[in-house]
């Protein structure tokens, strides 16, 4: 099962590797890794997308709790959140297809952010269900080049993620 | 006042209660040796930077106290990772100061440069490079403070040279900040009401103990659990001395060539409590069937232990001590339910002393060729209560587990988790500094001595009186044990061809040697060897096949043993 998780990390030298490594050396997977400092610039935080059953959830929990330089670990899974990811798309415009693809940047409420004589750079922002769709309409005109931030999460309400 | 780096390492060290460092010099760790010449810390130079370390996991597991090493940057620094690791499996507090090249040449290949502090992350409970003179008091003052609480473990500090040699302000903080470290020491009283309802309801309960137990602490109260409720008790390798073995409460050790009537009771119990063990392979063989029938009580310092390997009916999460204290308090308000409890149990243990009495720890004994298992016994005769026994990894690892009686927490050194040849003389020498006087024995066979025989040197220079027993079988036996059970007798690279006179190399190094092969020689030997005040190997040419049994085959049920060769 696919699980999201919220890490706030000293922000400090390597913390980065240390959360990778611990991933690698025991195992576990990461489908997608964001990190930038939070409001306090001494602490980073993390968004890991990763999967595995309860029992390797557990450990992931527990294993990153271990890990000096982490403050708190917080698990979205099944709980109500906000998610966003932004994709930046380079695709190709034609002369034949240049209107569809403004035509299905326009429905995504995306936005060109760079244009060439036949190739736009697009500007996705949504869940990664909607990144997703976007990207499987704009295939058939010729996606040149894909990048993706993957996801990052805020609980809803008022509650916040303290340190 | 003004100090440069290196003046204010030695000096953090001294007011961490530091007396003695374990190392060995190098280009950029030249500062801080040149200042040891007036510092009042001991250094013992050993003669690998991988025997410092583990010199210096000796003296940690002797005493509890930290143990300390220095090495120099790049081979010094990478030296070291094996030590560290084997402190790192088995949880013992170190701090390992490595010198790095100058802050400027730091990733550019450098002489003598390598990545340590990438290097030995997943084998370090926390490392530390020093990058500002400004942070060096604060970061020594963290790395003691880590490895010594929670689950102890070793620290990494990597200091580059030009740090060494830059001024600053000495002031070591009082305190540490450490938002994200906070281990749990008092045990959640809910969940030891809980542990204290199913301990009394166990019909089969057996108590199984790993190395956190094994410090005084932990030790007095595991005793008085046990005796209160009369528990069976077992222990894992890393658990010896925990529990007196020769009380009528203790199985003996558990696991891969635990006893008999160990992974038996293990098997047919109704309550397993297990205390600072981690279910390690070598205890539970095949998980499915390891203790199938019980409810499973896990105490544990170290949340990550529990529930990795297995399921465990109760979590509780504390310091021993604690814990343990707690349980054995809460008990003492039920004097009817224990005293219903002792005589509910009273059948259990009639059980498990017919399976003692039909399968006891046993070898056949020779009078033309020497037992391994007889020198063990021996040994455990003629070596005092206190004696500190090392061992390096193999047969004689596991036939000093079975034959020796341990009594005492912090008695036993081996390296269980990593298993780790090598380890049992420079530990030995650690323990023998931290204990001068001491009996520091090192059993070990002709295979592992060799990876760190160029100790003996260390030993004889600060006249370290360590016993070396070498049981000889011109093999590496355990594997070639694997190679004679699972691999059709292709003693594929574990015959050692060449016969090493291990009593000319003793002598070599200006210690005493000694080399019999008749049983009837062995006591006498051992006497001779404790007579002298210096370092003695012992060797004693063996049977050269004997095996480990019982042993339980890898992946195996516990109950599956294979009790004969």
């Known amino acids: 099962m696919k699980h999201i998780i919220s890490v706030l990390v000293e922000n400090e030298f390597g913390v980065l590797a240390r959360v990778a490594g611990l991933f690698s050396g025991r195992g576990f997977n990461i489908e997608s890794l964001s990190v930038a400092p939070t409001l306090d610039p001494a602490i980073s935080r993390m968004t890991i997308v990763t999967h595995g059953d309860e029992r390797i959830l557990e450990q992931i929990n527990k294993q990153l709790h271990k890990l000096i330089n982490t403050i708190r670990v917080i698990d979205f899974t099944g709980q109500d959140r906000v998610e966003r990811e932004m994709a930046l798309i380079k695709v190709s415009a034609e002369e034949d297809t240049r209107a569809e693809v403004l035509r299905i940047a326009d429905i995504f409420r995306a936005k060109v952010v760079d244009v060439a004589p036949r190739c736009y750079t697009i500007e996705v922002t949504g869940t990664p269900g909607k990144v997703e769709a976007i990207v499987e309409l704009l295939k058939p005109m010729g996606i040149r080049e894909l990048v993706r931030t993957g996801p990052v999460v805020l609980g809803r309400g008022p509650k916040v993620v303290e340190k | 006042m003004k100090m440069t780096g290196s003046k204010i390492l030695l000096e953090c060290l001294r007011l961490e209660g530091v007396e003695t460092v374990f190392g060995f010099p190098g280009g950029t760790v030249i500062n801080i040796y040149d200042d040891l010449v007036d510092s009042p810390i001991h250094h013992i130079l050993t003669r690998h930077e991988q025997a410092a370390v583990h010199a210096a996991d000796g003296y940690a597991r002797a005493t509890g106290k930290v143990g300390v090493v220095i090495a120099t940057s790049g081979p010094g620094a990478t030296n070291t990772v094996t030590g560290i690791a084997t402190a790192y499996m088995d949880s013992v507090p170190l701090v390992v100061i490595t010198g790095q090249v100058p802050t400027p040449l730091i990733g550019n290949d450098?002489?003598?440069?390598?990545?340590?502090?990438?290097?030995?992350?997943?084998?370090?409970?926390?490392?530390?490079?020093?990058?500002?003179?400004?942070?060096?008091?604060?970061?020594?003052?963290?790395?003691?403070?880590?490895?010594?609480?929670?689950?102890?473990?070793?620290?990494?500090?990597?200091?580059?040279?030009?740090?060494?040699?830059?001024?600053?302000?000495?002031?070591?903080?009082?305190?540490?900040?450490?938002?994200?470290?906070?281990?749990?020491?008092?045990?959640?009283?809910?969940?030891?009401?809980?542990?204290?309802?199913?301990?009394?309801?166990?019909?089969?309960?057996?108590?199984?103990?790993?190395?956190?137990?094994?410090?005084?602490?932990?030790?007095?109260?595991?005793?008085?659990?046990?005796?209160?409720?009369?528990?069976?008790?077992?222990?894992?390798?890393?658990?010896?001395?925990?529990?007196?073995?020769?009380?009528?409460?203790?199985?003996?050790?558990?696991?891969?060539?635990?006893?008999?009537?160990?992974?038996?009771?293990?098997?047919?119990?109704?309550?397993?409590?297990?205390?600072?063990?981690?279910?390690?392979?070598?205890?539970?063989?095949?998980?499915?069937?390891?203790?199938?029938?019980?409810?499973?009580?896990?105490?544990?310092?170290?949340?990550?232990?529990?529930?990795?390997?297995?399921?465990?009916?109760?979590?509780?999460?504390?310091?021993?001590?604690?814990?343990?204290?707690?349980?054995?308090?809460?008990?003492?308000?039920?004097?009817?339910?224990?005293?219903?409890?002792?005589?509910?149990?009273?059948?259990?243990?009639?059980?498990?002393?017919?399976?003692?009495?039909?399968?006891?720890?046993?070898?056949?004994?020779?009078?033309?060729?020497?037992?391994?298992?007889?020198?063990?016994?021996?040994?455990?005769?003629?070596?005092?209560?206190?004696?500190?026994?090392?061992?390096?990894?193999?047969?004689?690892?596991?036939?000093?587990?079975?034959?020796?009686?341990?009594?005492?927490?912090?008695?036993?050194?081996?390296?269980?988790?990593?298993?780790?040849?090598g380890f049992g003389l420079p530990a030995a020498l650690g323990a023998q500094v931290a204990f001068p006087e001491r009996r520091v024995i090192d059993i070990s066979g002709d295979g592992s001595f060799q990876m760190n025989s160029q100790e003996l040197a260390t030993l004889v220079q600060f006249q370290l009186p360590v016993k070396i027993v070498i049981l000889n079988n011109n093999y590496l036996g355990m594997v070639r044990q694997w190679q004679q059970l699972f691999f059709q007798r292709r003693y594929s690279q574990t015959v050692l061809e060449v016969p090493i006179d291990f009593v000319k190399l003793a002598e070599a190094y200006g210690a005493v040697g000694f080399s019999v092969s008749r049983p009837d020689e062995v006591e006498e030997t051992i006497r001779r060897a404790f007579d002298v005040p210096g370092p003695v190997i012992m060797e004693f040419k063996v049977e050269r096949e004997e095996n480990v049994v019982p042993m339980v085959p890898a992946g195996k049920a516990l109950n599956e043993m294979v009790l004969s060769s």
Not at chain 2, 135 to 156: H, M, Q, S, Y
Not at chain 2, 320 to 329: A, N, Q, Y
Not at chain 2, 377 to 406: N, S, Y
Request: proline share 7%.
């Open chain 2, 110 to 421: 450098a002489f003598q440069e390598a990545d340590i502090v990438g290097i030995t992350r997943p084998i370090t409970k926390h490392n530390y490079l020093v990058k500002d003179i400004q942070d060096l008091c604060r970061i020594i003052k963290e790395a003691f403070f880590i490895a010594r609480t929670g689950r102890p473990g070793p620290v990494l500090i990597d200091f580059p040279k030009d740090i060494q040699v830059t001024s600053a302000n000495f002031d070591y903080p009082e305190t540490v900040s450490l938002p994200g470290y906070k281990p749990t020491y008092s045990g959640n009283l809910r969940q030891v009401e809980k542990a204290v309802k199913m301990i009394l309801a166990a019909k089969h309960p057996v108590i199984y103990v790993g190395g956190g137990a094994n410090t005084p602490d932990a030790a007095r109260w595991l005793h008085q659990l046990a005796e209160t409720l009369e528990i069976p008790l077992t222990t894992t390798l890393m658990g010896m001395g925990a529990f007196p073995k020769k009380h009528p409460l203790s199985l003996g050790m558990l696991g891969m060539h635990g006893t008999y009537y160990a992974n038996m009771a293990v098997t047919e119990a109704d309550l397993l409590v297990a205390v600072g063990a981690r279910f390690d392979d070598r205890v539970t063989g095949s998980v499915p069937h390891f203790a199938p029938h019980a409810k499973i009580i896990h105490i544990d310092i170290d949340p990550t232990s529990i529930k990795k390997n297995v399921r465990v009916d109760l979590p509780i999460v504390g310091d021993l001590h604690d814990v343990l204290e707690k349980i054995v308090t809460q008990l003492a308000e039920f004097p009817e339910e224990m005293k219903r409890a002792r005589e509910e149990t009273a059948s259990w243990r009639s059980r498990i002393a017919a399976w003692k009495e039909s399968h006891p720890v046993r070898y056949t004994p020779s009078s033309l060729v020497i037992k391994p298992q007889f020198v063990i016994e021996k040994l455990r005769e003629l070596a005092p209560d206190d004696a500190i026994i090392t061992t390096e990894v193999g047969q004689h690892q596991m036939w000093t587990a079975q034959f020796f009686d341990f009594s005492r927490p912090r008695t036993f050194l081996t390296s269980g988790g990593l298993g780790t040849m």
